[in-house]
């Protein structure tokens, strides 16, 4: 298998370090509020890789955080504890705001197959970790203390900004004017705070009572539970400039070794085209979406559509377009379920071609690509075994086709809407000779195609 690394920005060749056994660790939610589709584009990512790694016959090892103390309203050291804020703001305590957004969280795992990481583990029940990890840290010189916290100097660290390829002197440059003029260097973060004496969340250490900076908890879980190096590190792009920099920097000091082999990023979904806000009122959930009419998986296909390293546009019109197809997928699978019985000689090379996609860097679209085309075929029993042998990595419940689809009057046959939707996703992949051949064959069947933006309809000539 190959993925790209961020931290080589390269394709690199995987494979585990120990044995079969693929060690990865997830940068999990705040747990402050509902969590938005966007956010839910990073999970689904997540998924789909431990999908492929299970399909290519490794074993996971997964771990992901629940941050319910220490993330501050501004990734850096400023503003309010974001779960102080809306416990406040709910009248609730912290605790019982992490446990609501929690459970709708992994609800929407749920809704979206999206699988569990074998290993979740929220930061409040490992601040002794935390606390010895700061406590090694300052022993080894990283740390220092000022009026209001623990900071790690990374003056000290020779290897800060490898991820992200930032230029120090830049990222200084361009800090704002420091609320915390004891920090050494504007850019230092901060392993521990002083907690004030209204702050809710509050732990005894050598420092008095205090709190866990944001960064650190990635770092003494991941190294619990997957030790000093493990092979994989997940997150969105939002976290590579300074979440994950700071949580190399912390580990690296300590242990001497960059804490993943492999680090990997999802880009950002986008809605109509600019960044999701609440102000704007577009942070959609899948609640919302359920409202709306769209089921959950209807997402889940749309995200499938595009590489996670590609920037994702939201709109209606897509997930509009993602609904019909959806559909047309499990009518079409159902045909197969009915169709002849016996081997096919056509799906070993169905198979090759949908496992070299799902090996070449999570390219799900190029083998959503081949489930489409490998669809088109007569009916048959033996596709539709191997329709569901890819859904494992798709996750898309082809095997509930009958309970998902909505029928509609089929104007059109199934065979006539497989060539269009292959010559679609030929469109996409801007394979114009292909799309061109499809339109003449449909042509010769009867029937036109007209495009949208965002979806094609196909009527009889
Ligand atoms: P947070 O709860 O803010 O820490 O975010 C949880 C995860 O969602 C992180 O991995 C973020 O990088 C990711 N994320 C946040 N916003 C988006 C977005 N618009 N698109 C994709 N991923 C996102
Ligand atoms: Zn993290």
Redesign the pocket.
């Given at each position: 298998m190959k993925f790209f690394n961020t931290l080589t920005r390269k394709k690199e060749e995987f494979q585990p370090l120990q044995g079969n056994t693929v060690r990865m660790y997830s940068?999990?939610?705040?747990v402050y509020n509902y969590?938005?589709i966007?956010?839910m584009?990073?999970y689904i990512f997540m998924d789909l890789l431990r999908r492929a790694l299970q399909y290519e016959g490794y074993k996971m090892k997964g771990a992901m955080n629940i941050?319910d103390v220490g993330?501050l309203t501004s990734d850096a050291d400023d503003g309010d504890d974001k779960m102080e804020k809306a416990a406040k703001e709910q009248k609730k305590t912290p605790y019982e705001i992490a446990a609501m957004y929690t459970e709708y969280f992994f609800a929407d795992f749920k809704k979206l197959n999206i699988g569990r990481p074998e290993i979740v583990c929220k930061a409040t029940d490992h601040i002794d970790d935390m606390l010895k990890f700061v406590y090694a840290l300052c022993d080894k010189g990283y740390g220092y203390e000022t009026s209001d916290g623990i900071y790690f100097d990374i003056d000290r660290f020779d290897h800060y900004g490898q991820l992200s390829g930032v230029n120090l002197e830049g990222q200084q440059a361009g800090a704002r004017v420091e609320v915390n003029d004891e920090k050494r260097n504007p850019i230092d973060f901060a392993l521990w705070k002083k907690a004030p004496k209204e702050h809710i969340m509050q732990w005894d250490s050598k420092w008095g009572m205090g709190y866990p900076g944001w960064h650190i908890e990635c770092s003494a879980m991941s190294r619990k539970y997957l030790g000093d190096q493990f092979d994989i590190h997940t997150?969105?792009?939002?976290?590579i400039p300074i979440h994950h920099e700071n949580e190399i920097a912390q580990s690296e000091a300590l242990t001497g070794k960059n804490p993943s082999k492999f680090w990997m990023h999802?880009?950002?979904?986008?809605v109509n085209g600019g960044k999701?806000s609440k102000s704007l009122g577009n942070c959609y959930t899948i609640a919302q979406l359920e409202e709306m009419g769209y089921a959950p998986l209807c997402y889940r296909y749309l995200c499938l559509n595009a590489h996670y390293r590609k920037t994702l546009n939201f709109t209606f019109e897509s997930l509009d377009g993602a609904k019909t197809s959806l559909n047309r997928l499990y009518q079409l699978v159902l045909k197969h379920k009915d169709g002849a019985d016996g081997e096919n000689e056509k799906v070993a090379e169905y198979d090759k071609q949908f496992e070299e996609n799902v090996t070449d860097d999570l390219n799900i679209p190029g083998a959503l690509g081949v489930l489409w085309t490998m669809l088109k075929e007569p009916a048959s029993k033996a596709i539709y075994a191997e329709a569901l042998k890819m859904d494992k990595v798709f996750g898309l419940s082809l095997d509930k086709a009958k309970e998902m689809v909505t029928v509609e009057e089929e104007l059109v046959p199934a065979e006539i809407m497989a060539i269009a939707e292959e010559r679609w996703q030929a469109k996409q992949a801007k394979d114009w000779t292909k799309a061109d051949e499809l339109r003449k064959k449909l042509f010769e069947l009867g029937y036109s195609v007209k495009d949208s933006k965002t979806d094609f309809k196909v009527s009889k000539n």
């Open positions: 940068c999990g939610p705040t969590a938005h966007g956010n584009r990073a941050t993330h997150g969105g792009v939002d976290h999802c880009e950002f979904l986008q999701m």
